[in-house]
């Protein structure tokens, strides 16, 4: 591992404290434009976190699962507790490599082979972005009624493109201003759902435990946090390397858990009054308009950020597609505002659209999504720690021919589709069930069986049929690459 002077703990590396737009893309960050510390990671994403959607996963449980609030509760934390691993390993790749997660795939894939999991990457993004700017949308709509659903819509998926458009260090910085604007928030609900105007006790007593709703749960948990994985690296990649990759982990692994089970948990309390896939409705029908006015007003803001983080994902992610298609082209941060640009338009268009039937919708696209992310997450965290152990020759990433790499990694990519296969019979959604969901009645293990056979598999297939390749240690990379 090579080594970086270490830098002052600011999540801005230039001494003016006013913010700038990015210059960089997705090309190695240089040894000495590293800046941050570790410990920052748990404020970025225990910020992101903090915000209207994840109260509406939360509200997945007692709603769309019909779960009692206590097994909601012990299905939130089982899912993110355990997804939060994989996350958080990905993490700790970035201030190692210092390229986004997309383009470190190719050491895995190959240069063309990562394509796929890229264009994969980038409708996640398209869906993250809606639904961030829908429930932001509500949120502004319940500040402000005499704004259109629409037009809230429109002033919160704006908000998130500016902050997109500063990209890496705005970012970092807002979420961690929401670690406590919307702490302070998330801390008055609970506050006053619990002591000043108590749910009502049915609340927490209807619903029951049921194999299915309470697995399917898990499953949100875990999709939640895997979720970040094609792109918590990036956020990471800013780091010294000599930070260290166990404080990377641990950093985001506290954040973010702890930032997603917390409003999640509100979720699950307040959905037996939810209507319309409307929180903030339910919200406010409990705790009284004034409270929730308040809440909402720190909340909102949190959403904003979300979709900042998913439209500055989605544009590093195009760029390495078109990268990957046009090995010659001089990518500059011109190119990252446009394409964010593109990202929003389609996101909002989306959202407008699905705003009204928003809570189902939501719910099968993280089903969806989470069977084509599992075999991916799995392929790379094992050539990462126990295959390579960290070892890449990053100029490689960015080589026309795809360098020690190549343009496709065949056994990745039939690990990947072997992945998905090996899901199938253990699918279990309102639009199929697999015949072994089926037999243990209606439960989704599909996810763990898939991590459970495509990492073993991948692990065996490496060491097994492909020749091990002769890499140089990482390097720094100009922006010719």
């Known amino acids: 591992m090579f080594a970086a002077k270490a830098a002052p703990d600011d999540p801005l590396p230039t001494a003016k404290k006013s913010p700038r737009v990015e210059q960089h893309t997705i090309y190695q960050i240089p040894l000495d434009q590293r800046h941050g510390k570790a410990r920052q990671l748990f404020t970025l994403w225990f910020g992101a976190n903090l915000n209207v959607l994840t109260v509406v996963t939360g509200a997945l449980a007692t709603t769309i699962f019909h779960?009692?609030?206590?097994?909601?509760?012990?299905?939130?934390?089982?899912?993110?507790?355990?997804?939060?691993?994989?996350?958080?390993?990905?993490?700790?790749?970035?201030?190692?490599?210092?390229?986004p997660q997309m383009v470190q795939s190719r050491g895995q894939f190959g240069a063309r082979g990562a394509g796929f999991v890229v264009v994969l990457v980038a409708f996640m993004y398209v869906g993250y972005a809606g639904t961030a700017f829908v429930t932001g949308g509500q949120s502004v709509h319940f500040l402000v009624p005499s704004l259109s659903a629409d037009a809230a819509i429109l002033v919160i998926a704006a908000i998130c493109l500016a902050a997109a458009i500063y990209g890496h260090d705005v970012i970092h910085f807002s979420t961690r201003m929401m670690a406590y604007v919307s702490g302070s928030a998330l801390l008055l609900a609970f506050i006053w759902l619990l002591?000043?105007?108590?749910?009502?006790?049915?609340?927490?007593?209807?619903?029951?435990?049921?194999?299915?709703?309470?697995?399917?749960?898990?499953?949100?948990?875990?999709?939640?946090?895997?979720?970040?994985?094609?792109?918590?690296?990036?956020?990471?990649?800013?780091?010294?390397?000599?930070?260290?990759?166990?404080?990377?982990f641990w950093a985001c692994y506290?954040?973010?858990?702890?930032?997603?089970v917390l409003p999640m948990i509100l979720g699950a309390m307040i959905g037996p009054?939810?209507?319309?896939?409307?929180?903030?409705?339910?919200?406010?029908?409990?705790?009284?308009?004034n409270v929730t006015f308040i809440v909402m007003l720190l909340l909102a803001p949190g959403v904003a950020v979300a979709g900042a983080i998913c439209l500055y994902g989605g544009s590093l992610a195009l760029i390495t597609l078109g990268h990957t298609l046009a090995p010659r082209w001089r990518i500059t941060h011109r190119a990252r505002i446009a394409i964010a640009s593109g990202i929003f338009l389609i996101a909002l268009l989306l959202s407008i659209a699905?705003?009204?039937?928003?809570?189902?919708?939501?719910?099968?696209?993280?089903?969806?999504?989470?069977?084509?992310?599992?075999?991916?997450?799995?392929?790379?965290?094992?050539?990462y720690y126990l295959i390579r152990f960290g070892d890449y020759h990053v100029p490689s990433f960015f080589a026309a021919d795809g360098g020690v790499y190549g343009h496709y990694n065949f056994t990745a990519l039939a690990c990947y589709l072997?992945?998905?296969?090996?899901?199938?019979?253990?699918?279990?959604?309102?639009?199929?069930?697999?015949?072994?969901?089926?037999?243990?009645?209606?439960?989704?293990?599909?996810?763990?069986?898939?991590?459970?056979?495509?990492?073993?598999?991948?692990?065996?297939?490496?060491?097994?049929?492909?020749?091990?390749?002769?890499?140089?240690?990482?390097?720094?990379v100009s922006e010719e690459y």
């Open 67 to 99: 779960q009692s609030f206590l097994s909601a509760v012990v299905a939130i934390l089982v899912g993110n507790l355990i997804g939060t691993i994989f996350m958080a390993l990905h993490a700790a790749q970035g201030p190692r490599l210092g390229v």
């Open 354 to 383: 699905g705003a009204k039937n928003f809570l189902p919708l939501y719910s099968h696209f993280n089903e969806l999504l989470l069977y084509l992310m599992v075999p991916w997450t799995a392929v790379n965290l094992i050539d």
């Open 418 to 476: 072997v992945g998905i296969v090996v899901q199938i019979p253990f699918i279990a959604t309102d639009f199929y069930t697999g015949p072994l969901a089926r037999a243990l009645g209606g439960v989704d293990l599909s996810w763990m069986v898939g991590i459970a056979v495509v990492s073993p598999v991948y692990y065996f297939a490496v060491r097994s049929f492909q020749r091990p390749l002769s890499t140089a240690p990482t390097e720094k």
């Open 254 to 260: 506290w954040g973010t858990t702890l930032g997603a």
């Open 273 to 289: 009054a939810v209507t319309d896939g409307n929180v903030v409705t339910a919200l406010g029908q409990l705790a009284g308009r």
């Open 195 to 248: 002591f000043i105007t108590p749910v009502p006790p049915q609340f927490l007593t209807q619903g029951s435990f049921s194999p299915a709703g309470f697995f399917k749960m898990v499953s949100m948990g875990a999709l939640w946090q895997l979720g970040y994985a094609p792109y918590v690296s990036d956020y990471s990649r800013y780091l010294p390397p000599d930070s260290g990759p166990r404080q990377a």
